[in-house]
């Protein structure tokens, strides 16, 4: 079977018998050529079935008008928020992305640079790897001015801008009103960490200990991957401990979940016997019994501010070195896990 031949815009011009670069100007809709005309132009290329040679184009532009977006992983409520944010800056202002998730290995993270650059993106967003240690395999973006912002899980580097929350204030806070609650010994459940994220919450703990007179003990820390799994392993620890903690701080809501629920099924009331704070408002916080108190982590808009700020710098509005750290807020949303006061009415 033969195959159709493509329509041109020599093709277009020829059946409307006008010239080549009206036919142009028409299709990009160019206020030059008057509305009829205009008209006229994609009446015809719809009849005709003509497609605009985008890559053609992006060869003389240099431009391909994609954004790529590295995620750890994409069947995280968080993250599947950050791309809906990013998604609809970026359909908005004529980007496409390309999404690839690192599945926690600093291996596939790399390979997905290596990706993203060869698929000529204009500019990436990156969410860390668990284990990443450096950013060496982004130095052949900076050497080609190929603009890189790291968000949420980033390490600090004068060459790159990063958007983060509050995560040591948002885990003051969520320590804070554990203790406000009248609890006396405090579990933190963590991630290990080379990036900001967890070292940040487990210092916004810390403060909160001490600037309520407690002492930290590190025997109160309990570190896994703070998958629901992590939270049902912690939860056995924390069924050995003597006496039992009557609170315990997760950095996700995931963990504390898996926590929650094990605690649940040994018998342990929540808040009355252990209070429960969670981090990112996820949808499962609303879900469990009790719903969980958490910090509210801004997703979505976290991910129309990082394609803003990339997007600007793509269009000459901004400058990216302008600035190195981006910070959004945060906040505490308090439900029944934690609301030991409300049970005492």
């Keep these: 079977m033969l195959k159709e031949k493509e329509i041109t815009i020599y093709d277009i011009a020829s059946k409307l018998n006008i010239s080549i670069a009206t036919v142009s100007r028409a299709l990009k809709d160019d206020p030059v050529v008057n509305k009829k005309t205009r008209k006229r132009v994609f009446e015809a290329a719809e009849q005709m079935s003509y497609r605009s040679n985008h890559f053609a184009r992006n060869l003389r532009s240099q431009k391909t008008e994609t954004i790529g977006v590295i995620v750890p992983k994409l069947n995280s409520h968080f993250m599947s928020s950050v791309i809906a944010g990013v998604e609809s800056v970026a359909n908005r202002l004529g980007y496409n992305l390309i999404i690839s998730q690192s599945s926690e290995s600093v291996e596939k993270e790399i390979a997905n640079a290596k990706t993203m650059f060869n698929n000529r993106v204009d500019g990436l967003l990156v969410s860390l790897a668990y284990n990443t240690q450096d950013l060496s395999h982004f130095d052949i973006f900076q050497k080609r001015n190929i603009p890189v912002i790291f968000f949420d899980r980033v390490m600090e580097d ?83 401990m003597k006496p039992l903690p009557d609170g315990v701080f997760v950095a996700n809501d995931n963990c504390a979940v898996g926590c929650m629920s094990t605690l649940k099924n040994r018998g342990i009331r929540i808040p009355e016997d252990i209070a429960f704070v969670g981090f990112n408002n996820d949808a499962v916080s609303k879900v469990i019994e009790p719903n969980l108190t958490t910090i509210n982590y801004p997703g979505y808009e976290m991910g129309e501010v990082v394609a803003h700020n990339l997007i600007n710098h793509l269009n000459g509005i901004s400058t990216i070195q302008s600035t190195n750290t981006i910070i959004l807020r945060s906040e505490l949303v308090i439900r029944q896990s934690s609301n030991k006061q409300l049970k005492k009415f």
């Design 158 to 240: 004068e060459h790159y801008t990063n958007i983060v929350i509050e995560n040591k204030k948002g885990a003051y806070q969520a320590t804070t009103h554990l203790i406000e609650q009248g609890c006396k010994r405090i579990i933190h459940i963590t991630a290990s960490s080379k990036q900001n994220v967890y070292k940040d919450r487990l210092a916004g703990y810390k403060e909160a200990l001490a600037d309520h007179q407690m002492k930290f003990d590190k025997k109160n820390v309990i570190t896994g991957n703070l998958s629901l799994e992590a939270g049902e392993d912690a939860a056995e620890l924390i069924l050995k």
